[in-house]
């Protein structure tokens, strides 16, 4: 096995800021809906919009990076090797069989992260943000003549339902990460930025 470096410091410091403001924004999030109690409903929605605001500015410099950078190639869907992805995830994966795609800084996600990651960020991000932000200003919707077209029923509905698919695509990308030879070897990657990967890949 050879160490290789594939996630660079911005990647890193993106990807754990992110996943900690997801974390206290689902938080925050299920208790204005009511779901639980543990900070109280008004300083949950206060807190709910300044996480919210501040994953916005870390996901406009994300977006920026991404595209001075060329990495945002990383998350073009292909059909190579997808099949022998998926059973290895659902069967060879427990018969410790050597994983089928062979990672490099050029080619940092398999076929099946590159789907998921490309829902996340074209499907759940987007429902998030423009019902969030159009749940957030509820009160401007006649100023701004939106009351005529839109429902707070329905928006807050969307709201909900892309709640409910980040926690589900939050709660797999932890899976995810554990399912690997060493079990921490993932979460390692993610903190010094380097893989270990067979030599003479």
């Given at each position: 096995?050879?160490?290789?470096?594939?996630?660079?410091?911005?990647?890193?410091?993106?990807?754990?800021?992110?996943?900690?403001?997801?974390?206290?924004?689902?938080?925050?999030?299920?208790?204005?809906?009511?779901?639980?109690?543990?900070?109280?409903?008004?300083?949950?929605?206060?807190?709910?919009?300044?996480?919210?605001?501040?994953?916005?500015?870390?996901?406009?410099?994300?977006?920026?990076?991404?595209?001075?950078?060329?990495?945002?190639?990383?998350?073009?869907?292909?059909?190579?090797?997808?099949?022998?992805?998926?059973?290895?995830?659902?069967?060879?994966?427990?018969?410790?069989?050597?994983?089928?795609?062979?990672?490099?800084?050029?080619?940092?996600?398999?076929?099946?992260?590159?789907?998921?990651?490309?829902?996340?960020?074209?499907?759940?991000?987007?429902?998030?943000?423009?019902?969030?932000?159009?749940?957030?200003?509820?009160?401007?919707?006649?100023?701004?003549?939106?009351?005529?077209?839109?429902?707070?029923?329905w928006v807050a509905g969307a709201h909900t339902a892309a709640a409910f698919l980040m926690m589900a695509f939050f709660c797999g990308?932890?899976?995810?990460?554990?399912?690997?030879?060493?079990?921490?070897?993932?979460?390692?990657?993610?903190?010094?930025?380097?893989?270990?990967?067979?030599?003479?890949?």
């Amino acid at each position: 096995m050879k160490k290789v470096f594939i996630y660079s410091s911005f990647e890193r410091f993106w990807h754990w800021t992110q996943a900690v403001l997801i974390v206290f924004l689902m938080l925050s999030g299920f208790e204005v809906h009511g779901t639980y109690i543990l900070w109280g409903f008004e300083e949950s929605v206060q807190l709910h919009r300044y996480l919210a605001w501040g994953l916005v500015i870390l996901w406009a410099f994300a977006i920026f990076w991404h595209i001075t950078t060329g990495n945002w190639r990383q998350y073009i869907p292909t059909t190579q090797k997808l099949v022998e992805v998926m059973v290895y995830y659902t069967k060879g994966i427990f018969h410790h069989l050597p994983h089928p795609y062979k990672l490099t800084k050029l080619r940092k996600h398999n076929p099946l992260q590159r789907l998921a990651y490309l829902f996340f960020k074209l499907i759940i991000s987007p429902t998030t943000w423009v019902s969030g932000l159009l749940y957030m200003y509820f009160a401007e919707w006649t100023t701004w003549g939106l009351d005529g077209y839109l429902s707070l029923f329905w928006v807050a509905g969307a709201h909900t339902a892309a709640a409910f698919l980040m926690m589900a695509f939050f709660c797999g990308h932890v899976y995810m990460a554990f399912v690997c030879s060493p079990i921490t070897a993932h979460l390692r990657a993610m903190i010094t930025g380097y893989e270990e990967v067979e030599e003479g890949e």
